[in-house]
């Protein structure tokens, strides 16, 4: 290797490091195969390019499609999607490094940030199986990354800076196209830039170039759901959610139309949810957590703008995730945890510089430049030593924590979806109605879809009965057996088994592990249930 390929490489060696260690640390908690609800899904509907639930997420859908086709070798579907996941957040933890060296000035509080995100709960969590999340940390770190580095440039050359802004705004559009979530960061940026550049708005050109690198790779991204969906004959998908052909259906999809009912009272007991997120802090940073403030008000004093744009970005992604009613919400704070590490890392850097630019070690007179070289002598030893501590510091509750960490994430050996499957299909008779729900029927669409099994097997989900128009619960199992077809029930509501016991005989499979699937038969004449 030349000299300047070394030179070249050496800003990126650390990262590059360290992004392969949180992915190792991904995979070796790592799901070996398919799972249960969205998990199920999001291993299906990538590699065979399909289309998802609300808000569609096709920049993970068509980088999933991508990434399976790459990891091929590796594995079945299930498990290569779930290796992304680690990936995602391994890159991440790359972009995390130099994201912090430049703003704290030391590449070992940037390796220790790195490392620290991917050994927190959250974010260790969603590296071990398909999830979008993963890819929307990984965005926002290099969002943040290319917006701090677009500010650096613009110190030294003005003009150079502008393909900087253009890239962080490409990437805000793919971002949109993988998760929602991106829209609460449209303020902080805009907030930033103006920070930054006060008069950029005057410069209509740029802005009008700015917002065509946001809209267009978002608009090709989404181009993905009508394309799969149906409205070009011959390129649907085997599995297509919602009807996103229509422009109706699109937007129902992308709006998230079945989730507008999801805020609740957003400023409802507000010190109520401010004592939810201190303990959830508490879970996910430790004793650390009460540095954070801290690590804000620091930030605000070294680098304004980018604590405008962090901590704006952690106030209001923390003020919707606390009104956003939704399974598994805490999955919504991984962009809170990467900020929180840029803080508290930028923390440690201060307290460094503080320590390396004591008077009582600098005794060397400024004006001599021989003085100066003594005197960065000195300091260096207390430099180390200072940077050796901070980043110990940082580490510490990591590393206490890692053991319990890493038995509370580990999914190695999470065969239950495997297991439920391969019973179910094994007891289901032939031609068979399964009236499903999601967190069942997505498992149950891998097997068909990916694995190629039980083709026989029509699942009528709950979003299958609205798109085909079946009617409820009753009209379907009504329907099959007056044709014959057996029928199976998988219902978690209580009222509804309730109901179904009401009408019918409901017999579990013979399988302790796939008991909460029912035979549905008619009641027999004169028959009483409980």
């Not at 957590?289 to 804000?296: E, K, T, Y």
């Amino acid at each position: 290797m030349t000299l300047a390929r070394r030179s070249a490489l050496g800003p990126w060696l650390l990262p590059i490091l360290v992004a392969l260690a949180a992915t190792a640390l991904g995979a070796w908690r790592l799901m070996p195969g398919v799972g249960y609800w969205d998990t199920a899904e999001f291993q299906t509907v990538p590699p065979i390019l399909g289309t998802a639930h609300p808000t569609g997420y096709p920049t993970y859908v068509i980088l999933g499609w991508l990434g399976s086709i790459v990891l091929a070798p590796l594995g079945e579907a299930a498990f290569r999607m779930n290796l992304l996941s680690a990936i995602y957040v391994g890159v991440a933890a790359g972009v995390t490094v130099d994201l912090v060296r430049r703003l704290a000035g030391s590449a070992l509080l940037g390796v220790v940030a790195g490392l620290a995100l991917a050994l927190t709960p959250i974010a260790w969590k969603i590296a071990t199986h398909a999830d979008p999340h993963a890819l929307h940390l990984t965005l926002v770190a290099i969002l943040l990354w290319l917006l701090v580095r677009w500010e650096e440039v613009r110190r030294t050359g003005p003009q150079r800076a502008d393909r900087w802004l253009i890239g962080a705004a490409a990437v805000t559009g793919l971002s949109i196209g993988n998760h929602s979530l991106t829209l609460l960061l449209g303020l902080p940026v805009l907030l930033y830039v103006i920070a930054v550049e006060p008069d950029v708005l005057r410069r209509g050109r740029f802005v009008v170039a700015c917002a065509i690198a946001v809209l267009v790779p978002a608009a090709l991204a989404y181009l993905e759901l009508p394309l799969r969906g149906g409205a070009v004959p011959g390129l649907e998908a085997d599995l297509v959610y919602g009807s996103p052909d229509t422009l109706e259906g699109f937007l129902y999809i992308v709006t998230g139309e079945q989730f507008r009912g999801g805020i609740v009272d957003p400023f409802g007991n507000l010190p109520g949810k401010l004592v939810d997120l201190a303990e959830l802090a508490g879970r996910e940073l430790g004793p650390l957590a009460i540095l954070v403030p801290v690590g804000l008000f620091v930030t605000a004093i070294r680098f304004p703008p980018y604590a405008l744009l962090s901590g704006t970005t952690f106030a209001i992604t923390c003020f919707f995730n606390a009104a956003y009613v939704n399974a598994d919400i805490e999955r919504y704070y991984v962009g809170p945890a990467l900020i929180a590490w840029s803080w508290l890392a930028i923390l440690g850097g201060t307290v460094v510089d503080g320590i390396a630019d004591a008077p009582e070690v600098d005794p060397a007179d400024p004006a001599d430049p021989a003085g100066r070289a003594a005197a960065r002598l000195s300091i260096d030893p207390w430099r180390s030593a200072a940077l050796a501590l901070a980043a110990a510091l940082l580490v510490a509750p990591t590393v206490i924590a890692f053991p319990a960490r890493a038995t509370a994430v580990d999914r190695t050996g999470d065969l239950s979806a495997e297991l439920w499957l391969d019973d179910v299909l094994s007891l289901l008779e032939p031609d068979a109605i399964v009236v499903s729900w999601w967190s069942y029927s997505t498992s149950l669409w891998y097997a068909q879809h990916i694995e190629g099994r039980r083709p026989d097997v029509f699942v009528a989900d709950d979003r299958t009965r609205l798109d085909l128009k079946l009617g409820d619960i009753t009209d379907v199992i009504d329907g099959s057996i007056a044709v014959g077809r057996p029928v199976y029930a998988i219902r978690v509501d209580a009222a509804e088994l309730a109901l179904l016991h009401t009408r019918y005989t409901l017999t579990p499979l013979a399988s302790p592990i796939a008991a909460n699937v029912f035979r549905v038969t008619p009641l027999a004449s004169g028959a009483a249930t409980r």
